[in-house]
């Protein structure tokens, strides 16, 4: 079955200090898209980033990067020197062969300054 | 380029009656999904629309719910008598292609409150 965990429920850090969101999937298809997307607290879904299954190169964008892991089914996202506009619910989805993205619980940021 | 646009933002409904949620995708897209998320949740995938037609639906409930994607006009979410428990935010996210291989964008969601 087709399915995304986020363990972290809730993480709380100060200001500057750099943060790592953990997201592991399951699947059975070869061929897969991987997402990342905020939810700032306004409520609306900001898309940040598709990785196709074969490409497994680590992507970096300014204080974003994404680390894809394929032989232990991850895909975390670290957000280098946080601020507090980073605080949102950051959702990791897969999308799957029949095009529905399947979504992780979430994991809801905390920035203190 | 407007994105996404869904409206209401917000619908206050009480039991027994009908919402309907509207949702134009961006310019140039041709596919609609709509997703539900419940308080503290991810979003469930509910529907998969192209114009005039309902590609996937295994997310949709079997009752009370129905989508339409007309070839004018915007793709609409109707629920019927709802109950409490549909309150919810609901998504609208387009895509310009298969969605194999493209991005989906979301709108910014409808939130929905059955009193």
């Known amino acids: 079955a087709q399915k995304v965990t986020q363990a972290q429920t809730e993480i709380s850090v100060v200001e500057k200090e750099d943060v790592t969101l953990d997201c592991v999937y399951e699947t059975r298809d070869t061929t897969y898209y991987l997402f990342w997307y905020k939810q700032p607290p306004s409520g609306e879904l900001v898309f940040l980033i598709r990785r196709n299954s074969f490409d497994e190169q680590n992507e970096i964008s300014g204080r974003y990067s994404w680390n894809f892991q394929k032989s232990t089914s991850s895909f975390n996202f670290t957000i280098t020197a946080s601020q507090v506009v980073d605080s949102a619910v950051y959702f990791c989805a897969l999308m799957d062969s029949n095009y529905q993205l399947i979504w992780g619980a979430g994991t809801k940021l905390i920035i203190k300054p | ?115």
Not at chain 2, 2 to 23: D, K, S, Y
Not at chain 2, 55 to 62: N, T, V
């Open chain 2, 1 to 115: 380029n407007a994105g996404v646009m869904q409206n209401p933002r917000h619908l206050v409904r009480r039991r027994g009656q009908e919402a309907r949620l509207r949702c134009s995708p961006m310019k140039g897209h041709s596919h609609v999904y709509w997703y539900r998320q419940l308080p503290e949740e991810g979003l469930k995938f509910m529907v998969y629309l192209q114009k005039e037609n309902i590609i996937d639906e295994s997310g949709m409930p079997k009752e009370r719910f129905s989508a339409e994607f007309p070839k004018e006009g915007p793709s609409i979410l109707r629920i019927q008598q709802v109950v409490r428990g549909d309150s919810a935010a609901y998504f609208c996210a387009s895509s310009p292609l298969g969605a194999s291989a493209e991005t989906q964008y979301f709108g910014p969601g409808t939130r929905l409150l059955v009193l």
